[in-house]
């Protein structure tokens, strides 16, 4: 299968310090990656430098065969679909929050109606469509930030810890739909995540992030049978 990210000798720093270290790291078309790891490791800052909002201090990314730096940083985003811990929403309804990247990127009216009801009844937020953003519960919101992101299309979701502030029955039935839709739309995805529960039901593969470098990727099957180092043996608690 095609990749559709590629990372080389990948090296981060912020305050100058290094943060984070990747050699290399691939993504295949419609897999999900999980990136797991502790609080701290430099999760959120693989994240945020594959989402060009912080600039590697060297090595390269490589984006549907292409560098990533051949084009702009603002074009580069508008093919990637991006969501956070916390939604960010709009003061607005949810069918127009979710609707409004289409109208944005001026996509035709006629388009924009069933691509948003699709989004709407995948994330099962269709009977919230008229209520407004400050009135959604936080699983409710992140549904809404899930569905705004995969309307778009985009040839690249990254997901930075979307549960971490869901408590844990209304993380598990996010999980699953994801679970589901993900591979049913054929939805490419770096899932970031401390939890490695999460992670094994979630990812097709795990990379393993330990002290700002990424230590091991794998299946889990294979990282649990196979740990390269003693730190991700014990990260493992094996």
Known sequence: MKKCLEIRNLTVKRGGRVVL???ELSVRKEDVLAVVGPNGAGKS??????ARLIQPERG????????AAAESALRYRRRIGLVMQEPLLFDMSVRENVASGLKFRGVPKSEIEPRTEKWLAQLGISHLAKR???ELSGGEGQRV???????LDPELLLLDEPFSALD???RARLIDDLGRILPENGVTTIFITHDLAEARKLGD????LLDGKLMQIGTAE????QPVHPSVASFLGI
């Open 60 to 67: 390269e990314i490589w984006f549907n065969g292409q560098p």
């Open 45 to 50: 800052t693989l994240l945020l430098t594959l």
């Open 132 to 134: 407004r953003a400050n």
């Open 21 to 23: 270290e990747a050699d």
């Open 145 to 151: 930030s899930l569905a705004r992101a995969l309307v």
């Open 222 to 225: 294979e990282i649990a049978n």
């Open 205 to 208: 593969r795990l990379a393993i």
């Open 168 to 170: 844990a029955p209304t």
